[in-house]
Every structure is written in structure tokens, then in C-alpha cells.
């Protein structure tokens, strides 16, 4: 972590926040370990993006992972909500700050 790498990792989708009764859990791991930037996911609410309910608490930053597109088993394209699908935002605004340094 001291080389200059940039380590950023997806929260979980773990929490549910829409069940009954609600529950959340915080960042898991790879994202959880010290020196990694977490990163959960929002998705478009009535007042604009919100925190997904399937999003785990805590982490570090979010970016947009609700209805992504994305590249679809055997061609084309599909749409995919997790946090695996906010961290590539994520990971791309780090790698363009660490170059801009």
C-alpha cells in the first residue's frame, strides 16, 4: 500500500434495507481492510441518487451501481446492479487523480 497503488474494492451487497424487519451491514472484506478505498453503490431515487438498498454501510465513497450497463455473456449488453458495478467508476477516477499528481 506504501508503493503508490491505489488498492479499491466493493462494499457487499449484503445489506437489506427494503426486508422486514430492515438490516445493514458495514463494508466487508477485501474492502474493509485498512488502507483500501470501499466503495457502495447508489441508484436513482426520487430526489436524486440514494444509497441502494442492497449497498453495504460505510464505505469510503459511492458511485453510481444500480442498472449499469454493462457487457453481457455471450454478446451484447446487459444491465447490473452491485457494487461491483460502482467500482470501476470509482477505480477510474482514482487512476485519473493519481496520474494528475
Do not use: C, K, W
Not at 466503495?39 to 436513482?44: D, M, P, Q, S
Not at 459511492?62 to 457487457?71: D, E, H, K
Amino acid at each position: 500500500f506504501n508503493g503508490g497503488t491505489v488498492v479499491v474494492a466493493a462494499s457487499g451487497n449484503e445489506s437489506r434495507r427494503q426486508d422486514s424487519p430492515p438490516y445493514e451491514l458495514s463494508a466487508s472484506v477485501p474492502a474493509a481492510a485498512q488502507g483500501v478505498i470501499s466503495v457502495g453503490a447508489l441508484g436513482e431515487g426520487a430526489s436524486g441518487f440514494t444509497v441502494a438498498p442492497f449497498s453495504n454501510t460505510n464505505p469510503t465513497l459511492a458511485a453510481p451501481g444500480v442498472n449499469v450497463v454493462s457487457a453481457a455473456s455471450g454478446g451484447g449488453l446487459r444491465s447490473l446492479s452491485g457494487t461491483s458495478m460502482a467500482t470501476p467508476h470509482a477505480a477510474g477516477i482514482a487512476s485519473g487523480e493519481q496520474r494528475a499528481a
